[in-house]
């Protein structure tokens, strides 16, 4: 089957509310995900490869500063494997809704493979030099700008709309206990033997995930519609995207979340070395707060009943409003408890915007959607690196905890009111009934009883 022209399709077909499970799962079906064979094997799969990345990212940093001795190149490193994806972002959605997402991911897996493999050769034989280094996380950013959106997309192949949602949050459960562990364990070899291990498991973690990916039944998994090449199809991906409330209002708020509030490491740089003076000791702590956090929401989020945009603008504000008290915390143990809020209320709109994304989008789009999202995701991360780390440096920690958190406090108010204002909806304040006692419910009609 293909897919031509999503134009005539009604963007209010699918809006919110979007009833993902008809009732709430049942503690058994936390990781119901799991029951797909194909999905299992993705997990395993993925396990490797995310605890691997986590522990590359750190070991390539480290190794062009001791070639080169300049903080900058760090950053140009950074700068290499992530630009891609702003780039190449849409013309990778477009990949991933014309070819089969299968085999695009162990293409793309394997090419990091490759090339990690050969980075760590060149390091450990003391033979590797920062061209090269920055030439294999060039290709490696390429790579992964292509795998990104396939891989958002492949997701439904494997576990159906029905279970999107459990993956998803499975799915970033993963990605914390990477970042828990990865950064710990590649530190641990970095002062032991040196970046070049830390390089080359990743090459094998990665080598695991293909084996994953081969290892599936091709024959189970869910085949999307393939749209056949045409001109316009980006545009189509943009407009489509735009008349869709429940894809258009949770990138916008992505936007305002990526560029201020998914930089909490230079956040914990600064208020470790100057507002607490813990050291790395406290940047370590404040790091296992904010990821134990995640992990705790990721495990509540996959019980929600049904996705609904108010969930989402919830979430941001109750996100930033988390993140400023960080910034005007009184007492030591009020910051250390607002960190764990954050993790929490990041992860419960991280999980909810993209699965409502995917939910709302067209099987034969989706892959190029997707791309925006991450286009978003990537770029506001990117950006916000930048400011977040001039306020913190010129302004001081607390300062940037403030802007941090205000700026999506503001922008989730801003969205609940415009959002508000058209479908009609206000408070309801009930003192009768203590587990409801705020909602959102529709306004009264003119001349209706109140």
């Known amino acids: 089957m293909t897919v ?18 008809t009732q709430a799962p049942r503690w058994r079906d936390t990781f119901i995900a799991l029951r797909a064979y194909n999905y ?58 014309r070819y089969n997402r299968h085999r695009t991911l162990i293409l793309t897996q394997t090419t990091g493979t490759v090339f990690n493999g050969l980075l760590a050769v060149l390091v450990l034989t003391g033979t590797a030099q920062a061209w090269m280094v920055f030439l294999v996380a060039t ?49 641990l070899l970095i002062a032991v033997v040196g970046s070049g291990w830390s390089i080359a498991i990743n090459s094998g973690t990665s080598a695991i995930a293909v084996l994953a990916l081969a290892l599936m039944r091709t024959h189970e998994l869910g085949r999307s519609p393939r749209v056949q090449a045409a001109k316009g199809q980006i545009r189509e991906a943009l407009n489509y995207a735009i008349r869709k409330p429940t894809i258009f209002w949770p990138i ?28 790395a000791g406290g940047y370590g702590l404040y790091s296992s707060l904010a990821a134990a956090g995640a992990l705790a929401g990721a495990l509540l989020t996959a019980r929600r009943k049904r996705l609904r945009l108010r969930s989402i603008v919830i979430a941001v504000v109750i996100y930033g409003a988390v993140t400023a008290l ?97 479908h009609q909806l206000t408070l309801q304040v009930n003192l009768r009934r203590p587990r409801h006692f705020v909602q959102i419910v529709k306004r009264p009609r003119m001349g209706s009883v109140l």
Request: one cysteine or more; glycine letters at 12%; hydrophobic letters at 50%.
């Open 4 to 21: 031509t022209n999503l134009s005539g399709i009604d963007p209010e077909a699918v809006t919110q509310p979007i009833p993902v499970l």
């Open 40 to 97: 299992r094997w993705y997990v395993i799969g993925q396990l490797f490869a995310n605890i691997g990345g986590w522990m590359q990212r750190v070991a390539i940093d480290w190794l062009v500063l001791e070639l080169t001795g300049n903080v900058a190149l760090v950053g140009l490193t950074v700068t290499l494997q992530f630009a891609p994806s702003l780039l190449i972002g849409p013309w990778a959605g477009v990949i991933s809704d």
């Open 139 to 187: 290709i490696t950013g390429c790579s992964m700008a292509i795998d990104s959106p396939s891989r958002s997309a492949f997701v439904t192949e494997m576990v159906g709309s029905h279970r999107l949602r459990n993956a998803i949050t499975l799915n970033a459960t993963i990605f914390h206990l990477g970042g828990l562990l990865g950064p710990a364990i590649s530190g």
């Open 252 to 279: 916008v708020l992505m936007v305002f979340v990526a560029t201020f509030g998914m930089n909490l490491p230079v956040l914990f740089t600064a208020s470790a070395n100057s507002t607490y003076h813990t050291g």
């Open 326 to 422: 960080a910034g005007v915390a009184p007492f030591y143990v009020v910051f250390l408890g607002a960190l764990m809020g954050i993790g929490i209320s990041r992860i419960a709109f991280a999980t909810a915007a993209e699965s409502l994304t995917q939910l709302s989008t067209n099987l034969g789009i989706r892959g190029r959607i997707m791309s925006f999202y991450i286009m978003v995701n990537v770029g506001g991360q990117a950006a916000g690196g930048l400011i977040i780390g001039w306020i913190a440096q010129n302004l001081g920690a607390q300062t940037a905890f403030l802007v941090s958190g205000g700026v999506p406090l503001i922008a989730g108010l801003v969205v609940g009111v415009l959002l508000a204002r058209r």
